[in-house]
């Protein structure tokens, strides 16, 4: 990526693969922590890179725009410059805390995708407690297929290979048994997960804030976030269109985008896109990585996005994404629609 960006290769391919411009995927934005353990420092940027990002954004020419100007790019010719659209997953509290000030501060229009059991404190951040518990124990058990797990955690790297272990298998667990397993988990460690969701996550007043600036479009997540495609056909349906409805009534103000739980190709389904239409949805992003197609090419319900690791730094690496080069261009047909 370096030599692609040094060698001005990316401004080539960029004609053939840039598309009509990029959405991009953040979660949480808070200054740096020093702790060696932090599995989920992927999620976070810092305020300062926040900054760096829009500046460069601007200095790149890129149209920063909303989401509804993005459904309207997709579906016509493309103009000359290319847009950048700022996507923020999950309602994290730092987005009004961090976020909100550099974003006002450059009157840059951003979307938040809400999961609307989180600002009622019902949801559950089992991965900030997942996180919580392993940085602090030396030893983690558990029971996984009905027998008990015992996990050393003593070392940074002990502690890395047991939150990604545990980790990608709850995220294969259906809603219930995911919420015995954290519970559980909490219990015999003394972690309160209401209070560090809680923490976590904007209330309904931080929520009214946004909703009442025109730069800010809030979009839906389902209800209490789960992978889709680990749910009953009735059950997603009713996450969706529940999470909408919700949102509507507490900031009486339209929800018209969505964006899928976790996003990738193991959380949702091609029936999954079909219910995002059916639930009155104008468009619903995913975090599988590529750039948005103009003149139709893109399916609104499946849009891709990228999604920027906050363990990585360097503006000349987000350039050479940006630029579409590292991921495959794909026209839609019947077959590969998403």
Not at 5 to 16: A, D, I, N, T, W
Not at 230 to 252: C, F, H, I, P, T
Not at 258 to 263: D, I, L, N, R, V
Request: aromatic share 10%; with cysteine.
């Amino acid at each position: 990526m370096e030599l692609a960006y040094f060698s001005g290769h990316f401004r080539l391919k960029q004609r053939e693969t840039g598309g009509a411009g990029v959405i991009l995927r953040l979660e949480r934005v808070r200054p740096r922590d020093s702790r060696p353990f932090q599995p989920n420092r992927w999620r976070e940027i810092t305020p300062q890179f926040l900054d760096r990002t829009i500046r460069a954004l601007k200095r790149w020419n890129f149209d920063l725009i909303t989401m509804d100007e993005v459904c309207r790019r997709a579906v016509t010719l493309p103009k000359a410059n290319r847009f950048a659209c700022l996507t923020f997953d999950g309602g994290c509290k730092d987005v009004i805390t961090q976020a909100y000030p550099v974003l006002s501060k450059h009157g840059v229009p951003f979307t938040v995708y809400l999961p609307t059991a989180f600002p009622d404190g019902l949801g559950d951040a089992w991965w900030l407690a997942l996180e919580g518990m392993i940085a602090r124990e030396d030893r983690i058990s558990l029971v996984i297929d009905r027998k008990e797990r015992r996990f050393a955690t003593g070392s940074t790297l002990d502690k890395y290979d047991t939150f990604e272990f545990l980790a990608s298998w709850m995220r294969t667990l259906p809603p219930q048994d995911l919420s015995f397993a954290i519970h559980d988990l909490c219990t015999r460690y003394s972690v309160d997960l209401t209070a560090l969701t809680r923490a976590a996550s904007m209330d309904w007043e931080d929520l009214a804030k946004l909703a009442a600036d025109p730069l800010v479009t809030i979009g839906s997540a389902t209800v209490n976030y789960p992978a889709l495609s680990n749910l009953k056909e009735a059950d997603a349906q009713r996450e969706m269109s529940m999470g909408k409805a919700v949102a509507e009534a507490a900031l009486r103000c339209a929800v018209s985008h969505f964006a899928y739980p976790f996003g990738d190709r193991q959380s949702w389904r091609r029936e999954h896109v079909v219910m995002a239409q059916e639930a009155g949805f104008a468009s619903a992003a995913s975090t599988i990585p590529g750039v948005v197609e103009a003149k139709g090419y893109t399916n609104l319900h499946a849009l891709p996005r990228i999604a920027w690791d906050g363990r990585q730094g360097s503006l000349r690496m987000m350039r050479v994404m940006l630029s579409g080069m590292m991921f495959p261009t794909v026209r839609p047909t019947r077959d590969n629609w998403v």
